[in-house]
């Protein structure tokens, strides 16, 4: 056979043809692909991993909410705390001195202990914004009722649960007025309102807060890190601006603490299936309650409950912050709201 030069004509005509020869013989293999049942085998193992995987993110996410929800409620013992350090007593619970007020006498101020932390918790200026409104007693709505004062609808981060749905949540008044509502309650002892003087005053409480409360480091008797100062509460969405349990949900309303709206009991141990009864509430089966007539000299009451399995988490005196199991011993949990009844408080 002769000698075909690489670089001569002959030479790249005989490379040529040795190629395209290579490219026949692989052109003759037959091509191979996915079968459907190979594909429809991936499409299942991709279902069986991610159907493992979604509950190991859901969880990890609801980690991180119950953090964050952990570091408010720190961040509101902190913020009791520096208010007791500066005026040597915690928040009055609320402003007014009895629950059902009108406009007519000291009562008619509805704000409570939320308002007067605000600027420990880095909304001092909302509380220069109202602050002209909070020592004033007026027979004027603009006054009496804080959702019309300015900056009501201001959303606060650090009153918000992560973990709840409804968050965040802003009441609209049947005027259109918006006002904040929150996830946070603070506690007012192992009873419902009230069993002090008049119509539901709220004024004789065995817990921290209570309408026009006072209450100094010195007087938990209990001590403080047995003694209850906030927890949390589930919010629910309001359905119209009607009033009444299929309209408006009162439960949380930081800016009108009319019926005991920003506290909560320690009668019942958390997510208890015991009803909450309010002026105005949303009946659900993960949060029942029953509306309250105005001005009745019924029971009003609202217990702790939570998004969080098992239970929920609460602020003590102390600024600590620790998870409640819903199994709780009723009794025990009864003892935690009360500063001063003098029972001992073992392991919780």
């Avoid at 109202?130 to 004027?140: A, D, L, Q, V």
């Avoid at 309250?292 to 399995?309: D, E, Q």
């Amino acid at each position: 056979m002769p000698y075909l030069s690489r670089s001569g004509p002959r030479g790249s005509a005989s490379r040529g043809t040795r190629y395209d020869d290579e490219s026949a013989i692989f052109a003759d293999q037959p091509r191979r692909g996915f079968t459907l049942i190979e594909l429809l085998v991936v499409i299942a193992i991709i279902a069986v991993l991610i159907a493992l995987l979604l509950p190991a993110v859901q969880q990890a996410r609801e980690a991180a909410r119950r953090s964050q929800c952990k570091n408010n409620l720190k961040q509101l013992g902190l913020a009791m705390h520096n208010y007791h350090d500066t005026h040597s007593t915690f928040p009055p619970g609320g402003l007014g001195d009895r629950l059902w007020s009108g406009p007519s006498t000291a009562a008619t101020n509805r704000a409570g202990w939320m308002q007067m932390i605000l600027p420990y918790i880095d909304q001092a200026p909302l509380y220069n914004q109202i602050s002209p409104y909070m020592s004033k007693w007026n027979t004027s709505a603009d006054l009496y009722s804080p959702w019309n004062w300015p900056g009501a609808g201001t959303i606060i981060p650090t009153l918000m649960c992560p973990s709840d749905p409804a968050g965040p949540k802003v009441h609209q008044s049947p005027s259109g007025v918006r006002s904040f509502q929150g996830n946070y309650v603070a506690s007012s002892g192992s009873t419902p309102f009230s069993p002090g003087t008049g119509t539901q005053s709220g004024t004789v409480m065995n817990g921290v807060f209570y309408q026009m409360s006072s209450t100094r480091m010195r007087d938990l008797v209990d001590g403080s890190s047995s003694t209850l100062l906030v927890s949390e509460l589930i919010l629910q969405p309001d359905r119209s601006t009607t009033l009444g349990t299929n309209g408006q949900d009162w439960r949380g309303w930081y800016w009108d603490n009319f019926g005991g709206t920003i506290y909560f009991s320690t009668e019942f141990p958390p997510n208890t299936d015991q009803v909450d009864q309010i002026i105005s509430c949303v009946n659900t089966a993960l949060s029942p309650c029953a509306a309250i007539p105005n001005g009745t000299s019924g029971r009003i009451v609202l217990y702790s409950r939570s998004y969080h399995t098992g239970g929920v988490q609460v602020t003590l005196a102390d600024g600590s912050v620790r998870f409640i199991s819903q199994s709780l011993n009723r009794t025990l949990f009864q003892y935690l709201g009360s500063r001063n009844d003098g029972n001992v408080i073992g392991d919780f």
